[in-house]
């Protein structure tokens, strides 16, 4: 592959993930708490009504992360594996921490948002679901902030 449409990957791959970062800090600091909501004396209550009126999943990450991070994530797998020096080796760990925060987003996090928004559980055990989703969400912005990081360095490195 070209030099420069490597390049145009590797920036691609950049971008998106400074997005998906910007936009999980969103939903942590302002739309989650729509959903899960802490009342004095009642505890956290599960909104799933509210859920489903944002439909974040369908409205918003489908078009960032859903499609196009998962397809950055695999070229970048594949375009970094034939790239050469200091740049292939931050490359392949920015597209690896990806991957694996992609598999922890099709394995976990759409499934069990899905099942919250179905509004078919219990309040207590929703609350619980909905408790770990945000805990687990922690790890998961950790994992594209690490990848991120890495894909900015290894951009850094391309004309050095």
Not at 40 to 61: H, P, T
Not at 116 to 127: C, Q
């Amino acid at each position: 592959m070209a030099h420069a449409a490597a390049e145009v990957v590797l920036w691609l791959f950049v971008v998106n993930l400074g997005i998906a970062f910007g936009a999980g800090l969103y939903e942590a600091r302002i739309a989650v708490p729509q959903w899960l909501r802490f009342e004095s004396g009642a505890g956290y209550r599960w909104d799933a009504a509210a859920a489903r009126r944002a439909n974040v999943g369908i409205q918003f990450w489908a078009y960032v992360t859903t499609g196009p991070l998962t397809l950055l994530t695999l070229a970048s797998l594949g375009v970094a594996w034939w790239t050469n020096g200091a740049v292939r080796h931050w490359w392949l760990a920015a597209a690896a921490i990806a991957a694996t925060e992609r598999v922890m987003t099709f394995g976990y996090f759409v499934p069990t948002m899905i099942g919250l928004m179905r509004g078919d559980l219990t309040e207590e055990r929703a609350v619980a679901a909905a408790l770990s989703w945000v805990n687990r969400g922690y790890v998961r912005q950790v994992a594209v902030l690490a990848a991120w990081l890495a894909a900015l360095k290894a951009l850094s490195l391309v004309n050095s």
